[in-house]
């Protein structure tokens, strides 16, 4: 039974059995690299070189190096899968994943909205339900209007549609609001 852990305990770490040297007790590789990983250490060192690993683990701190094994085995894992890419070709993968989902979820609320404001045109009484608009506040100076140029456009049809499903229409919305006919994008009433 001793010599079953004495020699567990002796067997070398997964870098050292495929750099074909013994194992040192104060071998840097030992912790980052376990015997049952050998894949781990020969993506490693394919990719970065068993020197240069030792010393990028050897200018770390301690508490730094584990982090820096398991960057390196990733981005070597996956120069491995990808040679031309890497990591960089997974990244930008799942971000064009990730831009599809939003396109996805912006077209599904979109959706949502639209069939909320058929439900709730159909379902309301006739007449007015909401309090009338607050007063307009000053005119903008024309320093803002200036510095915001092109932000205000004018309503398309979607949001005309938009607009009338929450109670208001595009000729009763507030003559402040920027996308009004009568107003002169540079402060003025026309």
Known sequence: MASSSSSSYNSPCAACKFLRRKCMSGCIFAPYFPPEEPQK???????????NVT?????????????AVNSLAYEAEA???????GCVGAISYLQRQVQRLQKELDAANADLLRFACQHDISSTPPGPTLPPPPPPPPAPSR????EFGSFYQPLDQSDNNIASCVGNS??????????????DPRGGVD
């Open 170 to 183: 595009y000729s009763t919305f507030p003559s402040f609001l920027p996308w009004n006919e009568n107003i």
């Open 79 to 85: 120069r491995v899968r990808d040679p031309v890419y």
């Open 41 to 51: 250490f020969a993506n490693v060192h394919k990719i970065f070189g068993a020197s």
């Open 143 to 146: 320093t803002a209007v200036d």
């Open 55 to 67: 010393k990028l683990l050897n200018d770390l701190l301690p508490h730094q190096r584990e982090d």
